[in-house]
T-cell receptor, first 113, second 114 residues
Framework: EAQVTQNPRYLITVTGKKLTVTCSQN?????MSWYRQDPGLGLRQIYY???????DKGDVPEGYKVSRKEKRNFPLILESPSPNQTSLYFC????????????FGPGTRLLVL | SQQGEEDPQALSIQEGENATMNCSYK?????LQWYRQNSGRGLVHLIL?????REKHSGRLRVTLDTSKKSSSLLITASRAADTASYFC??????????????FGQGTILTVHP
């Protein structure tokens, strides 16, 4: 089954404790991205990657890191989480070129105390 | 910045009625997509309309696109309680430096009462 998976689905942590949210897709998509969703602000892109070892900032990259060592994986790293990073996070992937839809993971709900 | 702006922010209707949601955007696009999100869950792709298309249907969904007005509408006919969700438009922007990026609106919360 074609899908994007994220782990963990729920996470409670404390300020400053490094964490990683994993994302994996099984559709051989070139393009992967991370979004955060906050009430009243919609979905905002954090980082994206157009292929292995190619990453770039989205609209709200501050406080986040990503890596793309393999085509299928695109982890989101919070080196020193802060309460303003409490949010619902989505990973997504799509093929580039043509008219392609984007596939979303189920979301990771993060609470930073 | 937000590309798509949706209207209304919230819509409450009775089962069987039609629901119409509108989306406006600012720049040239390759296509516009509509997504659905059940409370706090992942987004599900509903329909994609290309910039050279004016109308598209999928089951009870009808999407229109007016590139001269930079606007789109999503019509759900004969709504059901199970259609209760948030609906987002997203634009696949033409040109620029963010190739492949989708820009989302803030969404319309649809409530369908049984």
């Amino acid at each position: 089954e074609a899908q994007v998976t994220q782990n963990p689905r729920y996470l409670i942590t404390v300020t400053g404790k490094k964490l990683t949210v994993t994302c994996s897709q099984n559709m051989n998509h070139e393009y992967m991205s991370w979004y955060r969703q906050d009430p009243g602000l919609g979905l905002r892109q954090i980082y994206y990657s157009m292929n292995v070892e190619v990453t770039d900032k989205g609209d709200v990259p501050e406080g986040y890191k990503v890596s793309r060592k393999e085509k299928r994986n695109f982890p989101l790293i919070l080196e020193s989480p802060s309460p303003n990073q409490t949010s619902l996070y989505f990973c997504a992937s799509r093929n580039l070129g043509g008219q392609e839809t984007q596939y979303f993971g189920p979301g990771t709900r993060l609470l930073v105390l | 910045s937000q590309q798509g702006e949706e209207d209304p922010q919230a819509l409450s209707i009775q089962e069987g009625e039609n629901a119409t949601m509108n989306c406006s955007y600012k720049t040239s696009i390759n296509n516009l997509q509509w997504y659905r999100q059940n409370s706090g869950r992942g987004l599900v792709h509903l329909i994609l309309i290309r910039s050279n298309e004016r109308e598209k249907h999928s089951g009870r969904l009808r999407v229109t696109l007016d590139t001269s007005k930079k606007s789109s509408s999503l019509l759900i006919t004969a709504s059901r309680a199970a259609d209760t969700a948030s609906y987002f438009c997203a634009t696949d922007d033409a040109g620029g430096t963010s190739y492949g990026k989708l820009t989302f609106g803030q969404g319309t919360i649809l409530t369908v009462h049984p």
